[in-house]
């Protein structure tokens, strides 16, 4: 301690300190902001990963039931399709019986 400093050095040193002291809380608020909007994102991207996940299994779900549903519906056109074609036959058969009767009495059996 051979040279004091004077009280005008001394009050110049305060300020710069005070004023770095200001700048390193100001850095730390924004740095806070900063980690906060980063937490949030974060949640949001989890809930986000859940939601998907649910809307997987629910279109999962909803093939399942659909495949089911096209398999009874091939049922059901098969059936119609089916119930045609005997239609048909007892109409021809009819018919036919019809023609066959015809020919039998203009004959006279």
Known sequence: MDTPITRAEHEEFCRRIEAENKRL???????NRRIEKLEENVLQIG?????????????ESMLKEQEKQGKRLEE???RDGE???KVVGYMITAIIGIVLG????????
């Open 76 to 78: 059901l056109e098969g």
């Open 102 to 109: 015809f020919i039998f009495t203009i004959i006279g059996m």
């Open 83 to 85: 119930m045609w074609r």
């Open 25 to 31: 809380a100001d850095e730390d608020k924004r740095q």
């Open 47 to 59: 809930e986000l990963t859940t939601s998907v996940e649910k809307l997987a299994s629910s279109m």
